[in-house]
C-alpha cells in the first residue's frame, strides 16, 4: 500500500475529507475522473495535468479515486509543496 512519509494530523484530515466533498458533485464517496479534473482545474492544471494526475492518484486503477487515495496524494503533494517552500532556492539575480 502507499502511504506518505508523513502522517496527516487530525486538522489537515478534517482538511482533505471538506475538500474531497466539496468536489465529489454525486456525493458517491469517491471521484471520478470529471470531478477530479474540474478540481484540478479550479487549481489552475490544464485537463491534460489533470488527467496525468489522476492516473497517479487512482492508486488501484478502479477508475474512480477514494478518500483514502486523495488523502495520500494531498498529503504528499502538500509536503513537497512545503518543502520547495522551506528549499534555499539561489536567487534569480542578474550579474
Known sequence: DYM??????MEMVDE???VF?????????????D???YAMSVLGFTEKESKDSFLEV???G????TLDEFQ????TSS????QLEEADLPSDTED
Open 62 to 65: 478502479s477508475g474512480e479515486i
Open 79 to 82: 509536503m513537497q509543496v512545503k
Open 4 to 9: 506518505p512519509a508523513g502522517k496527516p494530523d
Open 21 to 33: 466533498e466539496i468536489f465529489d458533485d454525486d456525493h458517491s464517496g469517491t471521484l471520478d475522473i
Open 58 to 60: 487512482d492508486r488501484d
Open 72 to 75: 495520500a496524494w494531498y498529503v
Open 35 to 37: 470531478e477530479f479534473v
Open 16 to 18: 482533505i475529507r471538506s
